[in-house]
């Protein structure tokens, strides 16, 4: 079974511009989870998207938002990009969500750069 | 509030010798508790997981992690380090508070001497 997916793997952006990155979860899981992770604040959550629903949300500002696809395919869109939001974004996908503790398996990450 | 502590970040260790890696939380009910790994570049994998039971869990790569309810302590362990084991370390607790959630500590860099 294939793993959990993310593109691009690398992005160059200037700030002010938006970018959105995407992420396909293990074949059969539900639940798609982001995190922002960075040296000073360390892995962060910021959303969780269920059967194309946003479930749960991280204390981020309104310009990090994201969907999901009937397939469960997910994409991450961030606007007006300051230098800040430069981090590795990793994708977490599971079967029914972070409910009782279910397992979360987790792509490879976009590493994104604002210059 | 839920929270996860992890005091070591950064622990340098030879190989082969034994290896603790330490992790607190703070939750009001019985955590569901996790130890991921990341290699430098890669995402993160799971090593352990603790639901319930006994609570000393057996994971992948050698390694073990033994929750201590007393303590609010789940330290990873591994009895003799092997140099592709350096990596950086997680520990996270799924937490509820209104609604579901991974709370992640902020990880111990682990090295290993040849």
């Known amino acids: 079974k294939a793993g959990v997916t993310q593109t691009p793997r690398y992005l160059i952006k200037t700030r002010g511009q938006q970018v959105t990155l995407s992420c396909s979860p293990i074949s059969g899981h539900r639940s798609v989870s982001w995190y922002q992770q960075t040296p000073g604040q360390g892995l962060q959550f910021l959303f969780e998207?269920?059967?194309?629903?946003?479930?749960n949300k991280g204390n981020f500002p309104g310009r990090f938002s994201g969907r999901q696809f009937s397939n469960s395919r997910s994409e991450m869109n961030v606007s007006t990009l300051e230098l800040g939001d430069s981090a590795l974004y990793l994708c977490a996908s599971s079967l029914a969500g972070v409910v009782r503790g279910e397992t979360q398996y987790f792509g490879p990450g976009t590493r994104l750069l604002v210059l | 509030a839920q929270s996860v502590t992890q005091p070591d970040i950064h622990i340098t260790v030879s190989e082969g010798a034994s290896l603790e890696l330490r992790c607190n939380y703070s939750y009001g009910a019985t955590p569901y508790l996790f130890w991921y790994v990341q290699s430098p570049g890669q995402g993160l994998q799971l090593l352990l997981k603790?639901?319930?039971?006994?609570?000393l869990v057996q994971g992948i790569k050698g390694f073990e992690a033994e929750f201590k309810r007393s303590q609010s302590s789940f330290n990873l362990r591994k009895p003799s380090v092997h140099w592709s084991d350096a990596a950086e370390y997680f520990c996270a607790v799924a937490a509820v508070s209104g609604t579901y959630k991974y709370i992640f500590g902020t990880g111990t860099r682990l090295k290993v001497l040849a």
């Open positions: 998207y269920f059967s194309e629903t946003q479930r």
């Open positions: 603790y639901f319930s039971g006994d609570t």
